[in-house]
Structure formats: structure tokens, C-alpha cells
T-cell receptor
Framework: DSGVTQTPKHLITATGQRVTLRCSPRSGDLSVYWYQQSLDQGLQFLIQYYNGEERAKGNILERFSAQQFPDLHSELNLSSLELGDSALYFC??????????????FGPGTRLTVL | GQSLEQPSEVTAVEGAIVQINCTYQTSGFYGLSWYQQHDGGAPTFLSYNALDGLEETGRFSSFLSRSDSYGYLLLQELQMKDSASYFCAVRDGDSGTYKYIFGTGTRLKVLA
């Protein structure tokens, strides 16, 4: 158990819908990262927040947005869902702002299925 | 562009030693990380190399050569539980704009 929690575990929805994935980092960790993992794309970095502010951005679609709240939990919002958005979404946390070797602790993931 | 290359699959027997290579191409390099992921599970951190050389952690070791843009993960005394996917990862870019890049992963199969 990494100490990172994600809800829900599974989510099934229809194309065109909007969903929100939630992540609570390990106690004391200030950075939260979001990743998308699909069979044909591997693990793709989406975005990082540090202490409430956006810190780094990957290949996150405009239909996707995220935020980190004062209590440090984070939400990833996915809108206008398409079939190709079906994937496993991981949240990770770490205690540091940058990536200089800091270990990222991954949550169990949310499996999103878009029908 | 930025990329990390790893073999897609490696097979070895219990008790053996296996090496998983990773070559990278990045615009700004801050070190190479390795993660393990079992089927259906989340990635877990194994090691990190910022400087050239070998880092050892129990049965696992990781090596980096910055001049060759190359690293590897060495797994010794293989056990069945080591069957998993292994990813190398880097932070690419400078302090102002960066992102994390993961390799496509190497699936390790350990045979009895």
C-alpha cells in the first residue's frame, strides 16, 4: 500500500460524458502527478501539481483538466469523453517539487471504460 | 524528440541474472528512474541514478552512463515474483518547462 488513494476504482460511462477522478496523496506529500496508461500508449504523463499550483504539463488533452485543492487532494476532470479515453488513470505523489530522483508513489488507479 | 527505448520482452529462469537496457534521448537530463509494475497493479519505484555508475539495492542494481545516454537495470537471483513489467523513466526539459517520460516497458518472464 503506497498510501495514495484513488476513487473510484472503476468507472463506466458513455461517449460525450464528463467524469471526475479523485486522488489523495500520501500524508505530507505536496506533489501530485496524473498519468494515463493504455495498452497501445504505455504510461503517459499528464500533469503535475505542487502545493496547489501547476508545476509541469505533459500531453494532456484540452478536454482534460486537473486541480489540486488546499488539502492537497487532486481531481482530474475528463470531458467530452471518447472511446479512446478508455484507460487506467494513475495518480502519484511525492514530497518534492521537481523530479530530481524523487520517488513517486503510485495509487491503485482508476479504470475508465467509455462505451 | 524525447524518447526512451527498452526491449519489449525478456525471459529468464529462476536464479539467473537479467539485464534490462534503456537508451534515452532527452533535451534536459536529470537522471534515470526505474519502476516495476505487476499485471493489474500500480508502478512501484525501484531506483534512481543521477550520476554515472552503479547503484545497488539488494538483488536489484541500476547503472547509468550519461555520455552514452544509456542505463540498465540488473536483477540478480531471479524469483518468480520478479515477473512483471519494468519501466525506465526520465524527467525531460529544464526547470521552467519539463515533463516525465516513461519507456514503453520491458515485460520480464521468469520461468521455473
Amino acid at each position: 500500500d503506497s498510501g495514495v488513494t484513488q476513487t473510484p476504482k472503476h468507472l463506466i460511462t458513455a461517449t460525450g460524458q464528463r467524469v471526475t477522478l479523485r486522488c489523495s496523496p500520501r500524508s505530507g506529500d505536496l506533489s501530485v502527478y496524473w498519468y494515463q496508461q493504455s495498452l497501445d500508449q504505455g504510461l503517459q504523463f499528464l500533469i503535475q501539481y505542487y502545493n496547489g499550483e501547476e508545476r509541469a504539463k505533459g500531453n494532456i488533452l484540452e478536454r482534460f483538466s486537473a486541480q489540486q485543492f488546499p488539502d492537497l487532494h487532486s481531481e482530474l476532470n475528463l470531458s467530452s469523453l471518447e472511446l479512446g479515453d478508455s484507460a487506467l488513470y494513475f495518480c502519484a505523489s511525492s514530497g518534492l517539487a521537481g523530479g530530481e530522483g524523487n520517488e513517486q508513489f503510485f495509487g491503485p488507479g482508476t479504470r475508465l471504460t467509455v462505451l | 524528440g524525447q524518447s526512451l527505448e527498452q526491449p519489449s520482452e525478456v525471459t529468464a529462469v529462476e536464479g539467473a541474472i537479467v539485464q534490462i537496457n534503456c537508451t534515452y534521448q532527452t533535451s534536459g537530463f536529470y537522471g534515470l528512474s526505474w519502476y516495476q509494475q505487476h499485471d493489474g497493479g500500480a508502478p512501484t519505484f525501484l531506483s534512481y541514478n543521477a550520476l554515472d555508475g552503479l547503484e545497488e539495492t539488494g538483488r536489484f542494481s541500476s547503472f547509468l552512463s550519461r555520455s552514452d545516454s544509456y542505463g540498465y537495470l540488473l536483477l540478480q537471483e531471479l524469483q518468480m515474483k520478479d515477473s512483471a513489467s519494468y519501466f525506465c523513466a526520465v524527467r525531460d526539459g529544464d526547470s521552467g518547462t519539463y515533463k516525465y517520460i516513461f519507456g514503453t516497458g520491458t515485460r520480464l518472464k521468469v520461468l521455473a
